[in-house]
């Protein structure tokens, strides 16, 4: 009687050992050391993972001072493109921020945009050692950015109303600074240049 008491609790207890195992070994297998319980992959919530592309993609796209080519000699010193739409609007963004956020409590958004962008300066700094870079020219081309929109602001409590701002406007600057090399540098005499 003893005997059957031992097999009927030691049977399902083998058999969910067997079942954990398999569980635990199908799938990618992992090489190196076993890191336990850090092992396993933890889900982050879309807010943070959208944040992180963000600033990935600010720091690749705009954050960056480029090194072009030398500037060719009678040649029109032209800078970069113009901002773009995204650029002119995460700037405005970062700048003026939009308030409340909140759904059915208090909303606003930018609705209509139109964005007129005009060059403001575009010039060209004498050459000069960069440290890191070497002999280069600082290209400097800064442009005024105006943005006009519709600003609607909803707000749900306690009286459910909506204001609509339809001249609303926003004056955004923006830099594009950016190197060109330069092959011979004329530092004066004794220079070593």
């Not at 207890?13 to 890191?35: D, K, N, R, V």
């Not at 459910?160 to 530092?187: A, F, K, R, W």
Request: with cysteine; glycine share 8%.
């Amino acid at each position: 009687m003893l005997h059957r008491n031992i097999s009927a609790t030691i049977v399902p207890a083998l058999m969910c050992t067997a079942l954990i195992w398999l569980c635990t070994a199908a799938g990618c297998a992992t090489y190196g050391p076993s890191l336990g319980i850090l092992q396993v992959p933890i889900p982050m919530s879309p807010y943070f993972q959208d944040r992180l592309e963000d600033k990935h993609h600010v720091k690749e796209r705009y954050e960056r001072v480029p090194i072009l080519g030398p500037i060719t000699s009678g040649g029109p010193a032209v800078a970069l493109d113009p901002p773009s739409h995204d650029e002119i609007m995460r700037a405005l963004e970062e700048a003026h921020p939009l308030e409340g956020g909140v759904p059915l409590l208090h909303e606003v958004q930018r609705n209509n945009v139109r964005i007129v962008v005009e060059p403001i300066a575009d010039y060209v700094d004498p050459p000069r050692v960069y440290p890191l870079i070497g002999p280069a020219q600082l290209h400097h081309a800064h442009y005024k950015c105006i943005v006009y929109y519709t600003e609607v602001t909803r707000t749900g409590w306690p009286v459910p109303y909506t204001t609509t701002d339809e001249d609303s406007q926003e004056v955004i600057y923006i830099d594009h600074n950016h190197l060109h090399m330069v092959g011979n540098v004329d530092c004066g005499p004794g220079s070593g240049y």
